[in-house]
């Protein structure tokens, strides 16, 4: 007693449990290997083991003694290597976890002898990790969690002995390029997370997995499902958001998963959905956009949610069978702005009337709105038309977003919403004035952006119920009406201006705080690197509270670059390009660099080029690597001029220093980059912490 009284004074604020020690919590102290306290200390009742923290620890203890061990917490003890392999004796351990321990590289064999382990919390480090070829002898394990651990290069065969597993998930395990074939002998598994992993391919043992309800392989390489996929019967969820490379094979067993409630085939290569997707009488929410698609098969009524890219497609399905669908997106991005056959889409543009919210893009002609009385949120976006007419059919409207309309210059009939809560106008170019928007009693969240022919607003006083306010990158506003007790309130042209008020009270008084723009832009071709190093540089940058812009829509860019990547390029202070083998084969990515170079050279902007798996003579088209991508985009682009520009760009980044990244070296290198950033912006007396908070 007097040795753990001592020890309680040594480690002040520990929690100690006398009389038989159940409990031992010695997180953040300064223990070490040669700590010789573990011999004076009777262990066989001990429960819990609490280390985390412990920065000096590099190995941990004989475990011998700690026979009633049901949980071990060894996170965040950055120098820890070495996992004594007596931890096989613990056989009630129930919880471990060794999150944060950034130099563990492996996990002993006899780690396989814990019988009643429930739980495993794992590290997440870019360096290499070894899970034991015992590692399936963990009869009790219910859930596996490795998610964002490129160093994992494959997992063990014995892997399919985890009989009580219910959930395994990969998440953005890039080093996992293939799953066991064992993995079928999970018979317990309900969930398998794949996404942003490195599999390839989904084995034909899937089909054995009778109890797995949910299946997640979005943004992956995966180029088909197996022949066995219907063979999943109790699946509920499959998602395969933006896997480009995903095609029709083996597309109609789909049809076989009669318990399917979500499917998401968002951006793929698929070019037709089968006809039996009609036979899924519980689907609810389906996702079948594709840049390839060309007709839609009939779909079942049970949808509540339908999110359809066509842009194929001659004319719009009739979806007035639909009866429960709550909400549609429907986008045709044909890149053309010729009039449809008004007549044809007149007979088929039928919406069901259950809509509460609709999303429309691309459209020319909208459709009737006359049967929506439960439509609450509407948003048009690129409708290539002067006006956006409002009806007395729109008076129940919550909200309105109007977006990238570049034409249109009226929205007349706005003072008939009467219940509109928030009211959003983005990029439309030729608006010059809001009218009736003083008669939006019911307004509470005002949202202006990019409209540069608007020079002023009207006195926003007289909405009593408005308390959010955000205006970004109007040129011509300088100031705000109406807004009291803002001081001198200086509008700028670039980042976005936020006003709160603090009260309900119409006379109270707004707070304005400055929304700053970007201090960083990575510019990448997504199916290189987005889900490796670009990913994990992005976290580490956005952990040191620098603001970065990442493209995170990927989508099919046939209509040319976007008015916001453009606009978040201008605003960046660094411009981080991730030079691929592929970068050059990619227009959109030649089209950043030539635009960060030309604002290098009259801006001074810095950029740091990352040289992913190529060589300088490479950028700087001494090699053919780049030298046939721009050829080939000579055969097919219009503008020679154009793609001389791009050589320029390849060949003056090409002569910059920068970094140069292989998989060893990854850890070491997001730091480096990080550290340079700092300093740079630093340099530069960017404070965007402080510009956030001001």
């Known amino acids: 007693m007097a040795f753990l009284a001592d020890m309680a004074n040594s480690f002040p604020g520990k929690n100690f449990h006398f009389g038989g020690l159940v ?49 071990l917490i060894l996170a965040r003890c950055v120098k820890l290597t070495t996992i004594d392999g007596s931890i096989g004796e613990l056989k009630l351990l129930r919880t471990f976890n060794i999150n944060g321990c950034k130099v563990l590289r492996k996990l002993p064999a006899k780690f396989g002898s814990l019988q009643s382990l429930i739980e495993i919390i794992m590290p997440h480090h870019y360096q290499h990790f070894k899970l034991p070829k015992t590692f399936g002898n963990l009869q009790s394990l219910s859930s596996f969690i490795l998610d964002e651990h490129p160093g994992i290069k494959k997992l063990p065969n014995s892997i399919g002995r985890l009989v009580k597993l219910k959930r395994l998930s990969l998440c953005g395990c890039v080093g996992i390029k293939k799953l066991p074939g064992s993995i079928g002998e999970m018979k317990m598994l ?18 054995s997995l009778k109890k797995l309800k949910v299946i997640r392989i979005s943004y992956t390489v995966i180029r088909n499902f197996p022949e066995t996929i219907g063979h999943v019967i109790k699946l509920k969820e499959l998602h395969a958001k933006k896997c480009w490379n995903l095609t029709d094979e083996n597309l109609e067993k789909i049809g076989n998963l009669s318990n399917l409630r979500i499917l998401d085939i968002s951006y793929t290569s698929v070019t037709s959905f089968p006809m039996v997707l009609g036979c899924l009488s ?13 007709e839609v098969p009939d779909l079942p009524s049970s949808l509540t949610h339908l999110h359809m890219q066509a842009p194929h497609f001659q004319s719009i399905p009739n979806l007035s069978n639909l009866v429960n669908l709550d909400h549609l997106e429907l986008s045709i991005l044909n890149g053309s702005m010729e009039e449809p056959d008004i007549a044809r889409m007149n007979d088929s543009y039928l919406l069901p009337s259950s809509l509460s919210t609709l999303k429309l893009r691309g459209m020319h002609l909208l459709p009737p709105f006359s049967n929506l009385k439960k439509l609450s949120e509407m948003s048009i976006m690129e409708h290539p038309m002067s006006r956006f ?4 059919d729109l008076t129940h409207l919550r909200i309105l977003k109007l977006r990238k309309c570049k034409l249109m210059e009226k929205i007349p009939g706005l003072a008939l919403l009467k219940n509109l809560w928030c009211l959003d106008l983005n990029r439309l170019e030729r608006l010059v004035e809001i009218h009736e928007l003083l008669e939006l009693k019911s307004l509470e969240h005002f949202r202006i952006a990019h409209c540069n022919e608007i020079e002023r607003l009207p006195n926003l006083s007289k909405l009593d119920k408005l308390r959010h306010i955000e205006l970004e990158a109007c040129l011509k506003i300088k100031e705000i009406e109406g807004v009291k007790d803002t001081g001198t309130l200086k509008l700028d042209n670039r980042g976005c201006t936020v006003l709160e008020r603090l009260l309900d009270d119409p006379g109270s008084t707004w707070l304005s705080h400055r929304i700053p723009t970007y201090d960083v832009f990575l510019s990448f071709r997504g199916q290189d690197t987005r889900f490796s190093i670009v990913e994990i540089l992005h976290k580490n940058l956005v952990h040191n509270k620098i603001l970065v812009y990442m493209d995170n829509e990927a989508v099919a860019h046939d209509r040319g670059i976007s008015w916001e990547l453009l606009g978040a390029l201008d605003d960046s202070h660094i411009y981080i390009p991730f030079l691929s083998k592929g970068y050059a084969s990619s227009k959109w990515c030649l089209h950043e660099l030539a635009r960060m170079v030309a604002r290098k050279k009259s801006n001074g902007k810095r950029i740091l080029p990352i040289f992913c798996d190529v060589e300088k003579e490479d950028v700087k088209l001494e090699s053919n690597l780049y030298k046939d991508a721009l ?13 001389m520009e791009w050589e320029e ?34 340099g530069a007396d960017i404070r965007r912490t402080q510009a956030v908070e001001d």
């Open 190 to 207: 309900a969930e398998l997370d794949l996404s942003k992993s490195g599999i390839v391919k989904l084995p034909n043992s899937i089909g």
């Open 282 to 294: 519980r689907l609810e929410t389906l996702e079948m956009s594709s840049s390839h698609l060309q």
């Open 23 to 71: 409990v031992l919590n010695l997180s953040n102290s300064n223990i070490e290997d040669s700590w010789d306290g573990w011999s004076q200390m009777k262990m066989n009742k001990l429960k819990v083991l609490d280390l985390t923290g412990c920065r000096l620890l590099t190995r941990t203890p004989d475990f011998s003694k700690f026979t009633s061990l049901e949980t």
């Open 389 to 392: 007419s409002i009806s007395e």
């Open 631 to 643: 050829s080939d985009h000579r055969k097919y682009h219009n503008n020679d001029d154009e793609v």
């Open 649 to 682: 760009a390849l060949k003056y980044v090409g002569d910059m220093d920068g970094y140069h990244w292989t998989t060893n070296s990854l850890e070491g290198l997001i730091e480096r980059i990080t550290e340079d950033v700092l300093k740079d912006l630093e």
